[in-house]
């Protein structure tokens, strides 16, 4: 890879673990996951359910968090403080630039669920509940769910303010939660307009349940290889496109 791109993911990287707002999310994650072990003794019998459901709820949401508050500024932040026309004034690409910014939060990312993930197994140990390799599966697709977040909110960056950001951020994953709902509510609809926006809608926002394991890894049942598979070539091709519209959104822009 460009050692210019991993440069500025590692300068990214570190960036963000100075951020307060990661330190805080990540707190708040760690006493969340934490809460379920001293609640979990109140459903006697459903302990691990609980845990497990609980903690990797936790993990996405929290990650969803960082990716809001902190890659939705990301960019703006060096455009405000005029910093990134230092960094463009080298050999650096601004397709390059973005990449850079992109990794450097998956880095981050991937950092935080480490350590959430080394948590949640290690209150399994303590609290009545067993290790299962389907853990480790959920944790990959929490992973891929938040990489392909990360890309909405890198191209969300180079068009619009960080709260219009972090909102459409935001939009994204609730209406991806919901896309296939939206898509049945629209067939179920008379207007043929009311069908086709629907099935439009479904096409073009990420359908991110495709991530969603933890109902099938809270009731015990395996998630298979030909599923991770293919939710990570979802997760890559998703998150190309919309990197590749962020760098066509951002070869355009005018700095002052």
């Given at each position: 890879?460009?050692?210019?791109?991993?440069?500025?993911?590692?300068?990214?990287?570190?960036?963000?673990?100075?951020?307060?707002?990661?330190?805080?999310?990540?707190?708040?994650?760690?006493?969340?996951?934490a809460s379920?072990?001293?609640?979990?003794?109140?459903?006697?019998?459903?302990?691990?359910k609980?845990?497990?459901?609980?903690g990797?709820?936790?993990?996405?949401?929290?990650?969803?968090?960082?990716?809001?508050?902190?890659?939705?500024?990301?960019?703006?932040?060096?455009?405000?403080?005029g910093?990134?026309?230092?960094?463009?004034?080298?050999?650096?690409?601004?397709r390059e630039?973005?990449?850079g910014?992109?990794?450097?939060?998956?880095?981050?990312?991937?950092?935080?669920?480490a350590?959430m993930?080394?948590l949640?197994?290690?209150?399994?140990?303590?609290?009545?509940?067993?290790?299962?390799?389907?853990?480790?599966?959920?944790?990959y697709?929490?992973?891929?769910?938040?990489?392909?977040?990360?890309?909405?909110?890198?191209?969300?960056?180079?068009?619009?303010?960080?709260?219009?950001?972090?909102v459409a951020?935001?939009?994204?994953?609730?209406?991806?939660?919901?896309?296939?709902?939206?898509?049945?509510?629209?067939?179920?609809?008379?207007?043929p307009?009311q069908?086709?926006?629907?099935e439009?809608?479904?096409?073009?926002?990420?359908?991110?349940e495709?991530?969603?394991?933890?109902?099938?890894?809270?009731?015990?049942?395996?998630?298979?290889?030909?599923?991770?598979?293919?939710?990570t070539?979802?997760?890559?091709?998703?998150?190309?496109?919309?990197?590749i519209?962020?760098?066509a959104?951002f070869?355009?822009?005018e700095?002052?």
């Open positions: 890879m460009n050692t210019h791109v991993m440069a500025l993911a590692v300068n990214t990287f570190r960036e963000t673990v100075r951020d307060r707002i990661f330190y805080l999310v990540a707190v708040f994650g760690l006493v969340m996951l379920t072990a001293v609640l979990s003794p109140l459903a006697i019998g459903a302990q691990g609980i845990m497990t459901d609980v990797l709820a936790a993990m996405s949401i929290f990650g969803l968090l960082v990716v809001v508050f902190v890659g939705s500024g990301m960019v703006r932040k060096e455009m405000d403080k910093t990134i026309l230092t960094i463009l004034s080298k050999p650096v690409g601004r630039y973005l990449l910014k992109f990794l450097g939060l998956n880095l981050t990312l991937v950092t935080m669920l350590i993930g080394a949640f197994l290690l209150m399994l140990l303590i609290a009545p509940g067993a290790f299962s390799f389907r853990f480790i599966s959920a944790f697709l929490t992973f891929l769910e938040l990489t392909l977040i990360n890309a909405a909110a890198v191209l969300f960056s180079t068009c619009v303010s960080p709260i219009l950001a972090a951020t935001l939009g994204v994953f609730v209406m991806g939660h919901l896309s296939e709902s939206i898509r049945d509510f629209g067939l179920l609809q008379g207007s307009l069908q086709k926006t629907s439009v809608v479904y096409y073009l926002i990420p359908n991110l495709v991530f969603n394991v933890r109902g099938a890894v809270v009731h015990g049942d395996p998630v298979s290889g030909a599923h991770l598979l293919l939710a070539l979802y997760a890559a091709a998703f998150s190309g496109l919309l990197l519209l962020a760098g959104v070869a355009r822009k700095f002052r």
